[in-house]
């Protein structure tokens, strides 16, 4: 089985930065992917013994693009403050699970699958809440009609709402794992004499 290539990493790279500008609009997009992922995985596991690769590719195109236009309508029906945000970005669920599929992630042992999700997940609410807190000064504004969210100060530095900073913000956090890691990895290091 293939690990996610390249390609599906730049694919979740456009999910994450375009829909991490604040925790709302990150929570919407983890549950949409979410639900749209996995119904994809449930109904092409039937299609894939019998189909042959062309016809799996194609079967793969119109199980993804149509589990991701009904979540679209639902989006429009229920949140269309959020969908008008975030919408555009919905589209590449459909493509990230094509490639998904073309790379044998969901032939996969379903702890990857998980890992990897968990991973993606985490990563993509730790940049939201970064973002806003940095951003905006705030953090769940937009969560609730009742909550005005936890204001840290009034206003933040404008540049992390951008793609630029989130860009900038993802480096840094990069930066902190290769040093936590670099660091542990030496302090596990033995030196004789």
Known sequence: MNRPTNLSNALLLALLLGTSATLAGALGMLL?????TTAYAVCIAPLRARLSDSGLLLASLL?????TSCANILGQRWALQWHQALGFYSGLIALQCVVLEYNGFFRQARTERLKFFGLSSGLLLTLAVLRELLGQGHLGRGLSERWQ???LFNEGLHLFT???GAFILLGLLLA???????SNALSKETHHP
């Open 149 to 151: 969210g936890l204001v």
């Open 162 to 164: 951008l793609v630029p």
């Open 32 to 36: 949409l992917s979410s639900v749209v």
């Open 63 to 67: 199980l993804a693009a149509t589990l």
């Open 176 to 182: 902190a794992r290769q040093a936590l890691t670099r």
